[in-house]
């Protein structure tokens, strides 16, 4: 965690309180010499994101924005990582509107970001991911908020 603030990523996604906490500590120990990040929470909900150990639950939420305001930090990200080679568009479609409203949870929510899990049909004539039907969604949901 050291290393990675050292070395100045913008953001960083983090995938548990006790990560968010480490991260709060040592940027204070280097916050007059470093630029504070951007933080996100990766986002734990069964229900959008199938069983895992990785992740916040919005329960916590409370918790990590008293954290991070602790430390003269904020959450402004949320990240959604819906499972490893899904092709099935719907499946990240479907989750939009939740994932934003979950998002407004965090005061200080930027970005919503939608990393892996996207599958790749490596196989011919087998169901690909839909970029455009996802981004045409994505954006329409996005507009409604702005």
Known sequence: MRQVLIWGLKTLNLDSISQLELCCQIYQELAEKITPPALGLRLNLPELTG???????????????????????????????????????????????????????????????????FGYPYQHNKVAFDWQKFGEQLTAALDKIN
Request: hydrophobic share 35%; no cysteine; aromatic share 12%.
């Open 51 to 117: 069983e895992s150990r990785i992740g916040v639950n919005p329960q916590e939420f409370p918790l990590a924005i008293e954290l991070t305001k602790q430390y003269g930090l904020k959450l402004t990200g949320l990240h959604f990582y819906r499972g490893t080679g899904t092709n099935a568009t719907q499946a990240f479609t479907q989750v939009i509107n939740q994932l934003l409203e979950i998002g407004k949870q965090l005061p200080d929510w930027k970005y919503l970001d939608f990393g892996g899990g």
